[in-house]
């Protein structure tokens, strides 16, 4: 019997073949997409649905991709000739809230939005905030160990996951992890999970740690500063002075005028790069303040609001940057981090490539972390020779400047190429051993983040 | 050539075998001791006398046990017949304290006391925090994936690890992790390693991720309760409340009394049981304000005080909880952790596991985090088996609670044959699969953790 026979005999109607579900798994939010299409798109509801598509899978050699909201930026959620596509998008449940407890246990489907929707009513959120948060899901962040915005306060997907249910190439159900604080049982497969990619099984749940709404008010302070290496300059001088601020997003002048013209705003000054700083908590104000005394210091031009609507409104500019991009031609979303000290040192290199490649290169910076999004914006589906060069001069500056590839959007397809060069060759054929342990017949999302060719 | 003869041709005067220093090995500060005496102790200075230690014992197919300062409590690194103990103790030097990016890179052999003394020069430090931070390592806690009692604020040492450097089984070097605060490339080898327990490797070198000192007073606030479950309840309370302590510890009524005598203070009110809570940054003053309300709401007798030394001298009472068991006999310290909620309902099964094996088991618990040391104390250094059959009580207990066998002591050898029920026969075949492939003729730490055999 065939796959696809297979596929319909166990799941019936939660197989598709329609040419537009076979065609939207093909490609993610970077908009590259894989080479044909895949065999049918397996719309799982339950657990074990799951479980039946990966025996089938395991019986018949048949490689799976796993799927969330396809929001991701490395296509590693790309699926082509010959593959199943294992979609969680229906698996949406919330089983526990535990206000008493600090934790959330919830199916992978679920948006990061609705999520903390429905957690706001108990005085709680899960701190994961991507600029995609409104479109990408539990699971998907978990895959992808996600960043976002509040990192540097408030950690990444890692630090907010205690557990993981997670179904084994073989059909095979674990659970991983804790719903305790602590536990030190063994190997902490759950940090493994995190950020695998669908190499190493599929999450079907989750154990959340989640926090208390921040209480009091958020501030906001821009800063408009003649140049992005000023710019980036200041925000390193405010993490050097031990203030913490909640968000601290960079935009150089590229970005801000391609945002400016989505939104049909003024024209911002031309060359100027700005920085959008939100405090919370008990001291929000006075860290305002004192941010405010360092960037002025800095010659940036300084604004402070005490309104949460305004900081949003504010913020709304940068969390426009991708749909701004996207409006340009078809973007490869670089996506490096480097140690917070050398911010000003990476955007040397990234205007030393803007001259030696000719092209511009719109950037925008999660600046408190240290993690850069240099955007490169082409026509057509295919990347083309002379950015990939740029980008790899791109890689090769923020590895030397102490940092790496991708600090929150992952290696995918288009980064694994790349990969060996940071993990070094022995630490690379290490991971592909601990990979082939969870998945020794190569099946799950086979190509991806460890595939040697590129 | 014999083991012994090529490691003292390659590490000379490194190499100590004598007998003080080979029974010093066989045992940890869990009283518990291995049998038989190693074969020598390798003192490493550097790098390379790890790895040429490695070198020899894969050659040789000789066991190995890395040992810090010997203050664990599970026997995960205490050395036996045939066995190289490889030391680090001596390799304490701090390559680089960056407060521009929060973080600090080391060598494994620092005391975690030591090295907050020189990071508090720049205004930082490095949150974790056991009860032995005073005496043991910084490798040491990362080896344990240590916690302590500032956990539910601070994190535990995954969230406080940026990357390690590991020499494998084979002596090969490899540098997992980043400098940055983001990096997701391929599989998240830094917090496997967090943990290990010295089944993967050797930890050499460590980045780790610092805080700020936390500026402003620090509040105490301890309260009274007429019995140790009125105190368990009166601190789920708190953090169901959605205040933050930075420490919140309980001591039951035989805890007490212990310390109390150890240390030459008035004996305690028969029965009673004590919390000791400290707040601390910018929100001290009104969250202890806050928890006293709650306390005095459970009938606790509630002091709250304001001074940093009174506050110091206080909690002095529950770091003494090891020494004053210890004075008793031998002790076997259990480790359990649950969610917070549950701790009411842990101490009901301690006193019933308490009147059933007719044998008091004093308890301190970290409440912020719901991790509970019950104490068995004994003479002689073998565990007597109803103690054992004590212990396994409170393990099924906590693991029926939603909780784990060991929330920051890990396993060693002392909890091995509790740890299948407690990961599953898959997951427990799946992490002796991924350790193989660290170390695939099983020569690190061999029975300990994954051993079958108890």
């Not at 996951?161 to 497969?189: F, N």
Request: contains cysteine; proline residues 6%.
């Amino acid at each position: 019997m065939s796959v696809l026979s297979l596929l319909r005999e166990s799941l019936g109607a939660l197989v598709a073949t329609d040419a537009a579900s076979l065609e939207e798994a093909r490609a993610d939010r970077s908009g590259h997409a894989a080479t044909g299409r895949p065999l049918a798109v397996v719309h799982a509801e339950r657990v074990e649905h799951v479980q039946q598509v990966m025996r089938i899978a395991t019986a018949t050699r048949t490689p799976v991709v796993v799927r969330g909201a396809g929001t991701g930026l490395a296509g590693a959620a790309n699926a082509g000739t010959g593959e199943i596509v294992l979609s969680l998008r229906r698996m949406t449940a919330i089983h526990e809230i535990r206000p008493d407890d600090l934790l959330a246990v919830v199916e992978p489907g679920i948006l990061n939005a609705d999520l903390n929707t429905e957690l706001a009513d108990h005085g709680l959120w899960w701190p994961p905030d991507p600029a995609s948060r409104d479109i990408s899901t539990v699971g998907g962040n978990i895959a992808t160990g996600a960043g976002g915005l509040l990192c540097a306060k408030y950690g990444v997907v890692r630090d907010a996951v205690l557990g993981v249910d997670l179904v084994l190439a073989d059909g095979r159900l674990l659970h991983l992890g804790h719903r305790s604080v602590k536990g030190v049982t063994g190997l902490d497969l759950t940090a493994l999970v995190v950020g695998s990619e669908g190499t190493l099984g599929v999450v079907v749940g989750a154990t959340l740690k989640l926090r208390r709404l921040v209480p009091g008010e958020t501030c906001t302070v821009t800063a408009t500063f003649p140049g992005v290496r000023a710019a980036a300059a200041a925000s390193a001088a405010v993490t050097a002075a031990g203030v913490q601020p909640a968000i601290m997003e960079l935009m150089d002048a590229a970005s801000l005028a391609a945002v400016h013209a989505l939104l049909d705003l003024p024209a911002p000054t031309p060359g100027a790069a700005q920085l959008t700083i939100q405090t919370d908590g008990p001291a929000a104000r006075s860290e305002a303040d004192a941010i405010a005394a360092i960037l002025q210091a800095h010659d940036g031009v300084t604004v402070v609001s005490h309104d949460r609507e305004e900081g949003e409104r504010l913020l709304a500019i940068r969390r426009s940057m991708h749909p701004a991009m996207a409006s340009l031609g078809t973007t490869l979303i670089e996506d490096v981090s480097v140690p917070r000290s050398a911010m000003p040192a990476m955007f040397d290199e990234i205007a030393r490539i803007e001259r030696e490649y000719g092209i511009p290169i719109p950037t925008v910076a999660h600046a408190g972390d240290g993690n850069l999004h240099p955007n490169f914006v082409f026509e057509g589906t295919e990347t083309p020779p002379h950015v990939w060069a740029a980008a790899d001069e791109l890689f090769r500056a923020a590895i030397r400047l102490g940092g790496t590839l991708t600090g929150e959007h992952g290696i995918g397809v288009l980064k694994r190429r790349w990969l060996a060069d940071e993990l070094g060759d022995d630490q690379w054929q290490l991971q592909r051993q601990i990979a082939a342990v969870f998945d020794p017949l190569g099946i799950l999302n086979p190509g991806k983040v460890f595939s040697p060719d590129a």
